[in-house]
């Protein structure tokens, strides 16, 4: 049987450490939302290299999944996405030209040293999906701006508005709030005490974790690396299991993970 190497059973996190390929079909998991930061195979370190079947491993585990990567990344891979029954997910409803649910994480450091292209200062994440894409939760991410303007119409339920009148005799009112847009401008962890060469940002996760998990619900990380999906789920009352197959990094994180776990005096 698969032992947890680190777990806080009070507030439903568990670390395993091992393959995902390996771990996953064993725990049987049945999740809310996948969180997947795979290596991008876009560096020369030895521990960047994609590790072929994880996608089938994960498919069984939850119908929705955002997962870290870059253009050259999904193209590459695109085949093997598909062929495990991932889908790039959108709304095709009503829609002549649907938009795909997708983010750009935008760091405030840019990563490279090369000098004839332009500075990279982002990465991306798109949610994949399995069977009917009505089915996927998903709850849109608002931001309050305090901004409310004259005349325009702000219903968070509807695809359309239709215009009969003024907006006053049709009680039509802003929220103050807007939609959250698709670049997500979060620090990078670099220099900032990372333990872990890629280690993301809470912040860019929470909204992330938000959108696809219903409260309540369950969050599995194949590659958990620092653990940030982890620090995110605890944050929103989440459960959440994360993977990792280095000992090393799981036991930074597990330490990472104990710290926060300590009681507020």
């Known amino acids: 049987m698969t032992s947890p190497y680190w777990e806080d059973p009070d507030a439903g996190l568990q670390l395993y450490l091992g393959d995902c390929r390996d771990i996953l079909p064993a725990l049987d998991?049945?999740?809310?939302?996948?969180?997947?930061?795979?290596?991008?195979?876009?560096?020369?370190?030895?521990?960047?290299?994609?590790?072929?079947?994880?996608?089938?491993?994960?498919?069984?585990?939850?119908?929705?999944?955002?997962?870290?990567?870059?253009?050259?990344?999904?193209?590459?891979?695109?085949d093997q996405f598909r062929a495990a029954g991932w889908h790039l997910s959108h709304d095709t409803i009503g829609k002549d030209d649907p938009d795909d649910v997708d983010v750009v994480w935008e760091k405030h450091n840019a990563s490279g040293p090369n000098n004839d292209r332009f500075r990279r200062v982002h990465e991306q994440a798109g949610l994949f999906y399995q069977g009917a894409w009505r089915d996927v939760y998903r709850q849109p991410q608002r931001i309050t701006t305090g901004v409310i303007e004259r005349g325009r119409v702000i219903n968070n339920g509807a695809k359309s508005i239709s215009h009969r009148g003024s907006y006053a005799n049709n009680g039509w009112t802003d929220s103050g709030t807007r939609l959250m847009t698709s670049v997500i401008k979060a620090r990078s962890m670099h220099r900032r005490g990372a333990i872990h060469p890629t280690e993301k940002p809470v912040p860019l996760l929470l909204p992330l974790v938000r959108y696809g998990c219903p409260p309540g619900g369950l969050v599995v990380d194949p590659f958990g690396g620092s653990c940030s999906t982890l620090v995110a789920a605890r944050q929103l009352g989440l459960r959440a299991v994360a993977i990792e197959g280095s000992e090393q990094h799981a036991e930074a994180a597990a330490h990472r993970l104990d710290t926060l776990a300590l009681p507020i005096a």
Do not use: K, N
């Open 29 to 78: 998991l049945g999740a809310d939302l996948i969180i997947a930061d795979p290596p991008y195979e876009e560096t020369s370190h030895t521990w960047d290299r994609w590790p072929d079947g994880w996608l089938q491993a994960a498919a069984p585990v939850s119908r929705s999944m955002w997962c870290f990567g870059g253009l050259r990344m999904f193209m590459r891979y695109a």
